[in-house]
C-alpha cells in the first residue's frame, strides 16, 4: 500500500514551513485572520491540488494523443460556506486551451477521462462538492 | 459568499506553474509517471493543505491560551487506495511539541476545536477518509 507523508514546522506567528517529497512551501493565513501572507493559505492549496492533479492527467493524455495546444492553463473556483467549519461547497474547474489546430472531442475526451477515471483528488472532491467542469477553446 | 480562485498554468511535461493568492507554486509528477520533479505532487498537497489549516487553527488557539512551547509541528500521512481514481482512504494526522511547559489538557483542547469546529479542511476530508490524530509531547 502506498502511503504519501508530509509534515508542517512552525515558525513565527501563523507561518508554517512545508515539505512535501523533496520540496519546501510556505505557508501563512492572510492579514484578516491574524497571519503575514508570507505563503498562500491551507485551504486555497485543496484548490490547486485538484488543479494540479486534472491539469497533469489531461496534459499526460494530449500528448498521447499527439494533441497540440500553444497554451493550457486550469482554473478552479471553490464556493465556501458561511458556517464553521468552512468547506467547499460548490466547485468550478475551467480547462483553457488556445492553439491553432485544437480538436475538441479529443480534449473532452482527456478531461473526462481524468474526471471520471484517473484523477483522485477529483473523485475525491466530487463527494463533499458540487464539482463542475467545463472546457473553453481560444477565449 | 466567498469564493476562492486558484490557477494553474502548463509548463512543459507534466509541470505547472500555479498561482493562488499572490504566491506562486511549481507543481510536477515525478519521474516514475513521467515528470522531472520539478515542484511536489498534487495529491499530495492535499495531505499539506489539511496540516496547515489545523496547525494554524491550534497555532492561534494555543498563543490566546498563552501556552509556550519550543516546537511545533505537524504530520500527516496519507494511505492510497490501489485502484484508479487513487484517493486516500485513512489519514493520520500527529501534532509534535516539543517545550518545558507543555500543557497536554490545553493543547489536546485546542486540537479538538480545530478538528471538530473550525478547520474546513479536516471536515472536508473526513467524509472521504478516515481521519484520525494524536497528540505527542517531547517524543
Known amino acids: 500500500m502506498a502511503t504519501h507523508h508530509t509534515e508542517i514546522t512552525h ?12 520540496h519546501n512551501l510556505r505557508l501563512d493565513a ?3 485572520v ?6 498562500p493559505t491551507p485551504k486555497a492549496l485543496m484548490l490547486t491540488s ?3 492533479c486534472t491539469g497533469m492527467d489531461v ?13 493550457f492553463k486550469v482554473e478552479v473556483e471553490g464556493d465556501l460556506s458561511k458556517e464553521h467549519p468552512r468547506v467547499y461547497t460548490a466547485i468550478r474547474v ?5 492553439g ?23 473523485a475525491m472532491l ?14
Chains 1, 2 share one sequence.
Open 126 to 139: 466530487r463527494q463533499i462538492a458540487d464539482l463542475s467542469y467545463e472546457v473553453v477553446l481560444n477565449p
Open 59 to 71: 496534459a499526460s493524455i494530449l500528448a498521447k494523443m499527439q494533441m497540440p495546444y500553444a497554451s
Open 100 to 122: 491553432d489546430a485544437l480538436d475538441r472531442a479529443k480534449i473532452e475526451k482527456a478531461v473526462k477521462l481524468s474526471q471520471e477515471k484517473y484523477c483522485g483528488v477529483s
Open 34 to 39: 491574524g497571519g503575514q501572507d508570507y505563503g
Open 30 to 32: 492572510d492579514s484578516s
Open 50 to 52: 485538484l488543479a494540479g
Open 94 to 98: 475551467r480547462y483553457l486551451f488556445t
Open 11 to 22: 515558525r513565527e506567528g501563523l507561518a508554517f514551513d512545508a515539505q512535501l517529497q523533496n
